[in-house]
Nanobody
């Protein structure tokens, strides 16, 4: 069992930045791929970014097109924490952001591949 707790959401003006954190507990963090998803009001949950681990210091990352060049996903296995640095935020980035853990080190963009989810953190970007 893995427990995930997100933090770092809030209200920010367009063009601003936020850094989300996802603290994990329960199992060996490095064995899990981590993903970030979001759900905007009235919309389906969508993939944002994911990070896998290939061993040593080799990580794989993948982003949805709308956040490429603006968001950066990272992880600190020693701290059992994943991060999502969000820069140049836009009003359309407003959503509840969820982190998720997959029981394999290989990343996925599909929500059904992730067995563990946090409670979500609200990100609101004002225009």
């Amino acid at each position: 069992q893995v427990q995930l707790v997100e933090s770092g959401g809030g209200l920010v003006q367009a063009g601003g930045s936020l850094k989300l954190s996802c603290a994990a507990s329960g199992r060996t963090f490095s064995n899990y791929a981590m993903g970030w998803f979001r759900r905007a009001p009235g919309k389906e949950r969508e993939f944002v970014a994911a990070i896998g681990w290939s061993g040593g210091n080799t990580y794989t990352r993948y982003y949805t097109d709308s956040v490429k060049g603006r968001f950066t996903i990272s992880r600190d296995n020693a701290k059992n924490t994943a991060y999502l640095q969000m820069n140049s935020l836009k009003p359309e980035d407003t959503a509840v952001y969820y982190c998720a853990a997959r029981s394999t080190a290989t990343l996925s963009v599909m929500s059904y591949d992730y067995a563990y989810w946090g409670q979500g953190t609200q990100v609101t970007v004002s225009s």
